[in-house]
């Protein structure tokens, strides 16, 4: 990592060639001059191919912390100042995509989810990209959902927020 840096983000050089299923990666980072790694393990799944979309989601934000740039982030806990962006990688090239902000409910809210397509070289995906403005919402959980329709198949990723003061 950069010196002040927070994240990273890693590709797998033969991820083509990874059966699909679901896979434990373990990290292990030792910072410079320290003797003690800091050791990270998640999960993660390769979708088949006949996927619409990846199982993940990549949150990022931005706000006042981070001036005009969005930046990845682990913490799902956000402030009414910030903007949200829910990245979803996507398998099918021609599913029909649409996005919506839930309550804790369930129940779709009035708040407006742009959804955009872009191309991430980085990663070699195409991905999705559902940007939410967080000025409107009251603290508490929500939910954004990126649903993809390819004929009679349907397949959603969601990602939970919570607004706090």
């Known amino acids: 990592?950069?010196?002040?840096?927070?994240?990273?983000?890693?590709?797998?050089?033969?991820?083509?060639?990874?059966?699909?299923?679901t896979y434990q990666v373990r990290v292990q980072a030792t910072p410079e001059g320290a003797r003690?790694?800091?050791?990270?393990?998640?999960?993660?799944?390769?979708?088949?191919a006949t996927a619409l979309l990846g199982s993940g989601a990549l949150a990022l934000r931005r706000g006042p912390?981070?001036?005009?740039?969005?930046v990845p982030t682990a913490?799902?806990?956000?402030?009414?100042?910030e903007r949200l962006i829910v990245e979803t990688p996507l398998v099918s090239p021609s599913a029909?995509?649409?996005?919506?902000?839930?309550?804790?409910?369930?129940?779709?809210?009035?708040?407006?989810?742009?959804?955009?397509?872009?191309?991430?070289?980085?990663?070699?995906?195409?991905?999705?990209?559902?940007?939410?403005?967080?000025?409107p919402l009251a603290a508490g959980e929500y939910v954004v959902e990126v649903t993809a329709t390819e004929g009679t198949k349907t397949e959603t990723v969601t990602y939970a927020v919570r607004i706090v003061t």
Not at 75 to 81: A, E, H, N, P
């Open 65 to 70: 912390g981070t001036g005009r740039l969005f």
């Open 1 to 21: 990592l950069d010196p002040g840096g927070r994240t990273l983000s890693l590709r797998h050089p033969e991820r083509d060639s990874l059966p699909p299923g």
């Open 75 to 81: 913490d799902s806990r956000f402030r009414r100042t």
């Open 96 to 135: 029909t995509l649409s996005a919506r902000l839930l309550n804790r409910a369930g129940q779709t809210m009035a708040v407006p989810v742009q959804l955009s397509e872009r191309r991430d070289d980085v990663r070699q995906l195409r991905v999705s990209v559902a940007e939410v403005a967080l000025a």
């Open 36 to 48: 003690v790694p800091v050791i990270v393990s998640t999960v993660v799944t390769v979708p088949p």
